[in-house]
T-cell receptor, first 112, second 115 residues
Framework: GEDVEQSLFLSVREGDSSVINCTYT??????LYWYKQEPGAGLQLLTYIFSNMDMKQDQRLTVLLNKKDKHLSLRIADTQTGDSAIYFCAERRDSSASKIIFGSGTRLSIRP | NAGVTQTPKFRVLKTGQSMTLLCAQDMNHEYMYWYRQDPGMGLRLIHY???????AKGEVPDGYNVSRLKKQNFLLGLESAAPSQTSVYFC??????????????FGEGSRLTVL
């Protein structure tokens, strides 16, 4: 996407925490999202955070937002084999009539 | 509850042929989007629309045209297909307005191969 950046791969041991990072570009973005894509499937919304929040927790998922650095992270606690997927961050740029721009995705693999 | 429906799901074209992908949503959403997904490149925005009769260019609009004649439909056209347009295409929609988190509702994707 237009400068929404993620690392391409992450490998973690089953039971450990996974942290997937993302940097975005538009300081006026109102919402930031994390989507999950399993092999051969479409995209599933995991969670989102509004730009006036620093943190959002939802069961095993924790989203941290650093607006100053335009940095977003997704932490998955107690990572399971079912978490293997590609994770995309996305920003909603309301300065551009709600363009929603995705990062290139981080492929999470789980080691036994 | 159909949600977002894309047709066709699969298509093989020869270089130079034309085709249209149809996206239909039954949720009365204002905003609609066309993305393409290629390995290692995530989803890239092709064109989008913020309402009936309006369209705008995204990140990779070249070689594609779109139309939004009816609110529920967003068409993506390839006038002269090229092998570089081999991809999986996703349509998505969101409601507009304040108070909406803007969760994208995705179609199931259309796999296009250009030989």
């Amino acid at each position: 996407g237009e400068d929404v950046e993620q690392s391409l791969f992450l490998s973690v041991r089953e039971g450990d925490s996974s942290v997937i990072n993302c940097t975005y570009t538009d300081s006026s973005s109102t919402y930031l999202y994390w989507y999950k894509q399993e092999p051969g499937a479409g995209l599933q919304l995991l969670t989102y955070i509004f730009s006036n929040m620093d943190m959002k927790q939802d069961q095993r998922l924790t989203v941290l937002l650093n607006k100053k650095d335009k940095h977003l992270s997704l932490r998955i606690a107690d990572t399971q084999t079912g978490d293997s997927a590609i994770y995309f961050c996305a920003e909603r740029r309301d300065s551009s009539a709600s363009k929603i721009i995705f990062g290139s995705g981080t492929r999470l693999s789980i080691r036994p | 509850n159909a949600g977002v429906t894309q047709t066709p799901k699969f298509r093989v074209l020869k270089t130079g042929q034309s085709m249209t992908l149809l996206c239909a949503q039954d949720m009365n959403h204002e905003y609609m989007y066309w993305y393409r997904q290629d390995p290692g490149m995530g989803l890239r925005l092709i064109h989008y629309s913020v309402g009936e009769g309006t369209t705008a260019k995204g990140e990779v609009p070249d070689g594609y045209n779109v139309s939004r004649l009816k609110k529920q439909n967003f068409l993506l056209g390839l006038e002269s297909a090229a092998p570089s347009q081999t991809s999986v295409y996703f349509c998505a929609s969101i409601p507009s307005g304040t108070g909406s988190a803007g969760e994208l509702f995705f179609g199931e994707g259309s796999r296009l191969t250009v030989l």
